[in-house]
């Protein structure tokens, strides 16, 4: 221990000794190693530990699958949750949930809640307790009596912390709700949830094999892997499909890990950025590694005359590489400095909306496990660019180096082929970085351009989630709608407005069955499917959907009108190609159910679900009057900013049912913002990392000539003595340095190419041989390397012979 200490207060006077040197090191470290904590403390929010769930591996998440149609991802039907909990061995415990719009009145000003009834082994699955109170038992699941567990992030916000809350009532969507407990303050299961209540069902929904509503959530049991437990929920399937060939047929099972299944679209992005940060580090390091070099070359001396009075090569060896690590562990107690601003600037890049969201993102911090990735990079670090120097310097040819003069003592053309191979390295890797940044951006550029097939510009979108209890059996929407789209169409500013079920660009669709007249017809589970969307006859003016043929809905298409729809020109295309869709009908529901025919007539241009579709989706439109809905939400167009009608228009929805608050509040271009953020600060993050490696690679070429310069001054000094131009002078040292840059620019487009094939294959709108792009940031690294070469090149044309012979 004593000679570590010692070991430890020698590298401290060395680096005091070498204050410029030590600066640099530990910035450029920090930067590197800054770079990676800040990319892994997403990782580890996202990926590693998003929840606080005990055995967070055997949490899993059930899907019903239809293979035929490539749907691994369908919501559960009532019936086969109850046939799974009945007869699965697999599980300590399944359980049920469903989301729940909720609005909490009774205050000043009625909220919006996000809420998910659950079932009675919800809380026990996940193996949570409560901060306060109790969880819901199973005692809870009768009618006329309801409670709720909320949220610690509710009680905080909406009830004041009030520690005597439990036992209380809350009145959500008119129904009295009596406080059973309050979740820890780290628990946010499913992302966004603010308040549980039980799940009960009637009869009739226990037995529905038709309506998927339901996301299951399973513990798995001891011993009991992923694969069994599908394999066993496979053969209840195929049991329900022969007894209920309707509803069953072609249905199958997916059980997926549950934090992977949530994390599944960011997963690319969040690790991609952190193979850009480990980039970005091995940069730094080979910066580092190259000033530790030059550094050995000036203590060859030093570490001779220490040889020489008995120090053995492994004490030496183990000095420098004490040295090193305390370097990096200065470098990494700066990256957790910068690491904390990083993290801030991150979180305020996300938008709230998507915090809230997804999952593991509200916990984004420097947490334990951060700060060991942050001390187990720092050690590994200074051992990666200790080692060379250390190898080095700890076998010097003692009697060579203390003659007068000895200068080349030290192996140097393993010295000068390592900090070669370094700068190499340094290009390369700047390269791959540069592009993979340029091709994020025009990805990027490219979504936010696409042709979503509306007009997204200047739109107001909200949300209105009507209680089933208040408006019961549907008859009071219509003329709630109603009201509240007249009342906001007659505000000054407003060019009209209207109610659709789902938002373009948003991610909930509803996708339904549906059987076309001409078609033959499907087997079970073989049924054609569709997104359908209620709509309001002014829906296509507002959002400039195009008329194709035919007419689009109108006020006369009242409920007890006939059935119409209006079809998008892709749905047209599938069912009647070559054919006048106009006329026909379809019938939207499970083969056999008793859905009106609607007569199609009207066929209006493509609208894509999102911009991450490479083609849009067949889409049925059915008016409003004839299909009410409890949830919609409304898009209201304006000339001006959108945003600036938002008070008058909530003003409005609340002089038509005070208890009935809009939510979700924003632009239609703003949801789409928002739905591109990840890519989006993907390519912002990218472009940082580029510009980052854009300046290390010069900062290596840079030393690494102006080190050949140095050590051969008595060369270039002969050269000009003998006639040398001072052009030749700057023609060799840039040209020895373009050598170099050519061959890392070889491998990193190399690597680039495989990159941006990654990239095309992952992300829609990122071209895979964009020539431009590789051009461009081929051209932009190879003029900074002329030029960091150039400056030491224009030193060495300036020297003076006479001096540099003197010198000698």
Known sequence: MHTWLQDLRYALRQLRRNLGFTAVAVITLALGIGANTTTFSTVNAMLLRPFPFSQLDRIVTVWEAVPKQNNYHMSVAPANFRDWSERSKSFEALAAVQSWDANLSGSNVAQHVEGVHITSDFFLLLGMSMQLGRSIGSTDF??????VVIANGFWQQHLGSDPGIVGKHLLLNGETFTVAGITSPDFDF?????????????????????????????????????????????????????????????????????????????RQFVLLLMGAAVFVL???????????????????????????????????????????????????????????????????SIPSFIVEHVAGLKHLQLDSRVFLFTLVVAIATGLVTGLAPTWLLSRPNVNDTLKEGGRNSTPSVVRHRLRR?????????????????????????????????????????????????????????????????????????????????????????????????????????????????????????????????????????????????????????????????????????????????????GIVGDVRPNPFERDPAPTIYVPLAQQPEFTSAFVVRTPGDPLALSGSVSAQIRGVDPDQPPYDV???????????????LSAHMMSVFGFSALVLAAAGIFAVMAYLVTQRTHEIGIRIALGARRVDVLRLIVGFAMKMAAVGIAIGLTLAALLARALASALFGVVQTDVVTFAVLTFLLAAVAAIAAYLPARWAAKVDPMVALRNE
């Not at 011993?223 to 053969?235: P, R, T």
């Not at 700066?334 to 801030?344: F, T």
């Not at 000054?492 to 789902?502: L, M």
Request: charged share 20%; with cysteine.
């Open 282 to 348: 091995l940069l730094c390091c080979a910066n580092v590694a190259n000033l530790q070099l030059a550094r050995a070359f000036a203590r060859q001396k030093e570490i001779a005359v220490r040889t020489a009075l008995g120090a053995t090569h492994w004490h030496i060896g183990r000095q420098l590489l004490v040295e090193s690590v305390l370097l990096a562990l200065m470098g990494g107690g700066g990256a957790l400095l910068l690491s904390r601003w990083g993290i801030a600037l991150t979180r305020r």
């Open 421 to 601: 191979l370094l700068v190499i390295s340094e290009v390369a890797l700047s390269l791959v970085l540069l592009v993979g940044a340029g091709t994020m951006v025009k990805g990027f550029q490219s979504l936010t351009k696409t042709d979503m097939g509306f007009d997204r510009s200047h739109v107001l979108t909200f949300h209105v989630a009507l209680p089933e209890a208040k408006y019961r059996n549907k008859s009071g929407v219509r003329p709630y709608y109603d009201r509240v789209l007249r009342d906001i169409a007659a505000l000054p500013g407003v060019e009209s407005a209207a109610c659709v079920t789902s938002l373009p660009s948003g991610w909930s669709w509803n996708w339904v069955e549906y059987a076309a007249e001409g078609r033959p017809p499907a087997g079970p589970g073989e049924s054609p499917s569709a997104i359908s969307q209620v709509v309001t006859p002014s829906f296509f003016a507002t959002l400039r959907v195009p008329l194709r043929r035919g007419r689009l809905l109108s006020e006369q298409d009242e409920r007890d009108a006939p059935a119409v729809a209006v079809v998008s020109e892709e749905m047209a295309h599938q069912n009647w190609p070559g054919q006048d869709a106009l006329g026909k009908h379809i019938q939207v529901g499970h083969p056999g159910t008793t859905g009106p025919l609607r007569m199609i007539v």
């Open 666 to 680: 924003r632009s239609l271009a703003q949801v789409l913002s928002d739905n591109l953020s990840g890519i989006e």
């Open 142 to 147: 009768q009618q006329g009596a309801p409670v």
């Open 190 to 266: 499913p992302p966004g949830a603010q308040v549980w209540t039980p799940l009960i069902l009637t009869d009739t929904q226990k037995n529905d094999r038709e309506n998927h509503s339901l996301t299951v959530f399973g513990r798995l049991a001891d011993g009991v892997s992923i694969s069994q437990a599908e394999a066993d929920l496979q053969v209840i399937a195929a049991r329900s499909e022969k007894q209920y060939p309707n509803t069953n047929t072609g249905h199958a099972v997916s059980v997926r890990n549950t934090v992977e299944d949530l994390v599944y679209g960011s």
